[in-house]
């Protein structure tokens, strides 16, 4: 069996429901430390995190990725046991298997391979949080507060979340959109619904400003992102009773926003709406993060071409998709791009990733480092 494969499954056996890391991290550095990196143990409330570099100078490539993982769920419903890492038929079974463990896996021996073989011109880190599945506030945002603050500079970053779609490769993203979180509770005045002259339904009142929102044309995206949208993810009013009226009215909702708007442009065009149709509100925000994008350059050359060499496939760029770790990384300058394997089976039962993929993963990842620090 491979080193990849025999490393991915030591992951994976670990329970490390976010934000527990259930020892993954310890295991990653003592690979590390074999091929000369020195480490920084960084634990931010209940969140650990691995800052793992080589020595010297010269431009910096890191490989980001996290050891958290969603719940399993009921563990009766699966067919392979969610932290057993069986391999069945060719895949590889278990929760993180695709996202990500098994990425970081394919890193980790595509360093080994290239640092093993010979020198390199430049630096290789990683950065590896168990907070990514969870909140997402002491884990990459943190660490990278903590590189700046030491005059870090990362020059390079492949984030392993599981892109690819029918086969490896065919995804990489080099860009995600913004996500902006909003929670609304529309006052109202509570009453009996026969006597709808004494109370103020929210609902009725907040109906008309509801269609501004949802027919509002936000932008018209551009050539790396599609245009923003708006969705309500939740609508909530009532005491349970049939006659009453409604005395509040809460909303959350999301926008995916593109580069051609702000997050502070889009809560000034809400509040706007909301002001236009006589709306007594409480509003609060939460920035997930902001839209980033890697246009052709260095990394995504070396990127495509280490993908065509290995897996004799062209690639196709792509921003779609929820929120990452990327998104932490990118405003400080870096280049940054997300590659990993096939994701149709993540956060579901029986998550899983193909064996020979995973052999694939590797060797593009060796092939993108020799390429990027001219390895001799």
Request: hydrophobic share 40%; proline share 5%; glycine share 10%.
């Given at each position: 069996?491979?080193?990849?494969?025999?490393?991915?499954?030591?992951?994976?056996?670990?329970?490390s429901i976010t934000p527990a890391d259930a020892g993954c991290q310890k295991i990653i550095a003592n690979r590390l430390t074999s091929v000369g990196f020195i480490h920084e143990n960084l634990r931010f409330g209940d969140v650990d995190n691995l800052w793992s570099v080589t020595p010297g100078t010269g431009p910096l490539f890191?490989?980001?990725?996290?050891?958290?993982?969603?719940?399993?769920?009921?563990?009766?419903?699966?067919?392979h046991p969610p932290f057993g890492a069986e391999i069945h038929k060719g895949y590889l079974y278990g929760r993180g298997s695709a996202d990500m463990k098994s990425s970081i896996a394919a890193m980790?021996?595509?360093?080994?391979?290239?640092?093993?073989?010979?020198?390199?011109d430049g630096r290789i880190g990683f950065l590896i949080t168990s907070d990514e599945e969870g909140p997402a506030i002491n884990g990459t945002v943190k660490v990278v507060e903590h590189l700046e603050t030491n005059n870090v500079k990362i020059d390079w970053c492949i984030v392993g979340e599981p892109t690819s779609t029918s086969s490896l490769g065919d995804i990489i993203k080099n860009g995600r959109r913004g996500s902006l979180n909003g929670h609304v509770v529309v006052k109202g005045k509570q009453g009996h619904v026969a006597y709808p002259h004494l109370g103020i339904n929210p609902v009725h009142k907040f109906a008309k400003a509801l269609d501004a929102l949802t027919s509002e044309q936000w932008d018209n995206g551009n050539e790396f992102f599609p245009a923003t949208t708006f969705q309500v993810s939740n609508l909530q009013a009532g005491t349970g009773a049939e006659n009453v009226i409604p005395g509040e009215l809460?909303?959350?909702?999301n926008f995916r926003f593109s580069t051609?708007?702000?997050?502070?442009?889009?809560?000034?065009?809400?509040?706007?709406i909301l002001k236009e149709h006589d709306i007594d509100y409480e509003i609060t925000w939460r920035l997930s993060g902001n839209p980033f994008i890697t246009e052709r350059g260095k990394l995504v050359d070396a990127t495509e071409a280490a993908i065509q060499k290995v897996c004799h496939s062209n690639t196709e760029l792509s921003t779609s998709?929820?929120?990452?770790?990327?998104?932490?990384?990118?405003?400080?300058?870096?280049?940054?791009?997300?590659?990993?394997?096939?994701n149709a089976t993540i956060h579901q039962v029986d998550e899983c990733v193909s064996v020979s993929d995973l052999e694939q993963l590797t060797d593009v990842y060796e092939e993108l480092l020799r390429d990027l620090l001219q390895t001799s």
């Open positions: 069996m491979s080193k990849t494969i025999e490393l991915a499954q030591q992951l994976v056996r670990c329970e890191v490989f980001a990725g996290h050891t958290d993982v969603v719940p399993t769920g009921p563990t009766e419903s699966w067919t980790v021996v595509a360093v080994e391979r290239v640092l093993e073989q010979g020198k390199i809460a909303i959350r909702f051609e708007v702000t997050a502070d442009e889009l809560k000034q065009r809400v509040l706007d998709g929820g929120t990452s770790d990327g998104r932490f990384i990118a405003p400080t300058g870096a280049q940054v791009l997300e590659l990993g394997p096939c």
